[in-house]
């Protein structure tokens, strides 16, 4: 009998072993950035814009000159200079004066308010008429207005976006400094387990786990490197972990976790370095197992491809993120279900949820079929002490956006 362990518990149990442990970091090239985790505050070190900029085509103004203007009584101003793209003024303006700038032309000193072309005429070469009153700072960005000197723009431990690219851009970042990416083994175990490429017959089972575990991982900033599908025999299970074991940060090892007498992977663990846990009361996932050979997590994730998934996302996503000095984001949102959801066997459960009509419509998963998570658009727990949930009753939807 497995003696299951509380998904709270298991959890702690994982921070207080490696959650304080961090990957090094490295300095990357800005346009491989995207998805990395910053590893530094990268802190402001000059104004931006660094200079006062119009934000329409037009003419730069003092917009007291113009507040009593219409289009009956038109105001004109003499055009005093013109702004040129790339260049600094050598020229202002003052009471009665204007000057032509182009939109992101830099405005001449004086200038409190930009006026759009169209609510202008030109009467001659030095004389505009304006027909509209502007408001002061209407069309105009000022220097430092998006950062200055010493402000934090992105703190260490974010997952750098597509925008925070163009913010390191704007800064005049190329060298980004970033977390390393944690390098996860990935392990197939199982006699009846066959390559993705290779036909099936009865008894056979291809290798599900392998190409779904390895993509889990890139989406949360690991680099997967997968060992093959080794026999259920513990010598090769054995040879197989010691040869991982160098080149990587965290080991996932899936099938084998359960009672039969070919599942040994826990005596494998144990033999190598140190069982934790093995077994957890949940559902899917009951017999996952986790462990530390050489200062290194290693999990040993149930063969059966959803359970494999759900002990991922628990369990091994969470590390994965602090190893990198950060933490999942997830979207969530709070549905009424659409019918009642009897659970009666002691454990938390995650339940696969279609969101349909406004409704959570849950899904029956069978642990082996991984088409029941694949159509879902999120799930949601049930705590173990439940018996279950009432059509209506609001539950919370985490997506299963990867
Ligand atoms: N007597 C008990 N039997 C079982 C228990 C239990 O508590 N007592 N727990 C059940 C639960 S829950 C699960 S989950 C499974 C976990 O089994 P294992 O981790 O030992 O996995 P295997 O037996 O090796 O395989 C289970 C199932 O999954 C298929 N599989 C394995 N690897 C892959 C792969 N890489 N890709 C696709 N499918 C895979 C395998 O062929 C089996 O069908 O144990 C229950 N039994
Ligand atoms: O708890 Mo197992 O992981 O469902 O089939």
Known sequence: MLKTKPVTEVT????????AYRLKSERIPLEDALGRVLSEDILA???????????????????????????ETPVTLKLVGRSHMGTSNTFSITHGECAYVPTGGEVPDGTDAMVMIE?????????????????????LIYRGEDTQPGNLIIPAGKRLKVADTGTLAAMGITQVPVMLRPRVAIISTGDEIVPVDQPISAGLIRDVNAPMLSNAVSVNGG?????????????????????????????????????DTRDAVTSVIAALGEVYVHGITVKPGKPTIFGAIQDKPVFGLPGNPVSAYFTFRLFVRPLLHSLQGTQPVDRQITLPLARDLVTNHGREECVPVIIKDGLAHPIIIKSGLITTVSCADGYFRIPRDLPGRNQGDLVEITFLDQ
């Open 223 to 259: 680099r997967p490197n997968f060992y093959g599908i080794v026999k259920d025999h513990p010598d090769a299970i054995t040879a197989t972990v010691e040869a991982a074991l160098p080149e990587a940060d965290m080991l996932l090892i899936s099938g084998g976790t359960s009672m």
């Open 45 to 71: 070190s000059a104004f931006i814009p660094n200079f006062n900029r119009a934000t329409v085509d037009g003419y730069a103004v003092k917009a007291a000159d113009i507040s009593l203007c219409s289009q």
């Open 12 to 19: 702690r149990i994982i921070t207080e072993r490696f959650g």
């Open 119 to 139: 609510d202008t005429q030109m009467q001659s070469e030095e004389a505009i008429s304006f027909f509209v009153p502007y408001r002061a700072g209407l069309n």
